[in-house]
């Protein structure tokens, strides 16, 4: 996109005598003076003289142009946990699937810590998960999901669940609002590429609210749902909280151990009965122990079977 100068021809300039004739005649009519060289033009006093080897002096090019930086991201730190504010926006509100009735409810300003992986890929390679913890305990259970957000590169967020609410279904909105809330502060910042993916993921009773909150964005928002220690089948009473009819082809995981005390014998249950409420993606992935966080090399797979579903 630089400009160029067109090359400039030389333009010799002719000097002699112009030839008469003679042999036998006389002398020409034309006259001694005619045939003598002719002086230039006069010049204006210091104009500058032509040459046969310069070119002019070249017009200057239109500048460059060249296409937008994105807008940097001062807060993202590498191996870090930050906090972020997330916003009522009511214009962006207006445009989700969330019911006046709750949408009357949405708090002015939610915080939510935020976890960038140590190996940060960058825009273009970052993936988001939002995590949940039991009794609304998110922002606690965010540092059990760093070592996956390191494996993985990760951009883990934890939006504290403790804030007040008067709505009778409980917090699950209010979550689901600043989940999709947040993914659209961080594409429209450049954190996030706009086809990034979006995973959610709890343990025991925060697996519950990541399945509700993962209808009700359905496959349109989410990658999907990683539920550990799950015995409860959400799927049905959240689809009539909810519907979104890209729900059912939202991938579940359920990630259970063979030694629970609390889920006991019911992972059975709970994948037979998502399935029969329709869900075509129910993956089960046991790991040995009892009711704890599963380790991180069945929870790396649990990522790893989500985004390797086109």
């Given at each position: 996109?630089?400009?160029?100068?067109?090359?400039?021809?030389?333009?010799?300039?002719a000097m002699g005598l112009a030839l008469v004739s003679a042999i036998g005649c006389g002398p020409s009519e034309q006259?001694?003076?005619?045939?003598?060289?002719?002086?230039p033009p006069r010049r204006a006093p210091n104009s500058p003289q032509p040459?046969?080897?310069s070119a002019p002096p070249p017009t200057s090019a239109p500048p460059a142009t060249s296409a937008p930086a994105p807008a940097p991201q001062p807060w993202v730190v590498p191996g870090a946990t930050l906090t972020r504010p997330i916003k009522r926006d009511d214009v962006f509100l207006a445009g989700t699937n969330i019911p006046s009735a709750w949408a009357m409810d949405i708090a002015a300003q939610y915080t939510a810590q935020v976890y960038v992986s140590r190996g940060d890929p960058g825009p273009s390679g970052r993936s988001l998960m939002m995590v949940f913890g039991a009794e609304g305990a998110n922002v606690a259970a965010l540092p059990a999901y760093i070592p996956i957000a390191d494996a993985r590169g990760l951009i883990v967020v934890a939006v504290n669940g403790y804030q007040h609410t008067d709505n009778g279904e409980g917090r699950s909105h209010e979550d689901y609002y600043c989940a999709l809330k947040f993914l659209d502060d961080l594409q429209k910042d450049g954190t996030l590429a706009a086809n990034a993916a979006y995973l959610l993921a709890g343990f025991s009773g925060g697996a519950k609210m990541a399945m509700i909150v993962g209808v009700y964005g359905g496959r349109t928002t989410f990658r999907g749902v990683i539920a550990g220690g799950c015995n409860e089948d959400l799927a049905s009473y959240a689809l009539g909280m909810l519907y979104n009819p890209s729900a059912l082809a939202l991938p579940f995981v359920l990630v259970n151990a063979t030694d629970d005390s609390i889920v006991g014998g019911s992972t059975p249950n709970v994948t037979a009965s998502l399935m029969q409420s329709g869900f075509s993606h129910v993956l089960v992935i046991p790991y040995t122990g009892g009711h704890s966080f599963p380790p991180v090399d069945t929870m790396k797979q649990a990522v790893d079977s989500i985004l390797a579903i086109p």
């Open positions: 996109m630089r400009g160029r100068h067109p090359a400039v021809a030389m333009r010799p300039i006259s001694l003076q005619d045939t003598l060289p002719k002086a040459s046969a080897t």
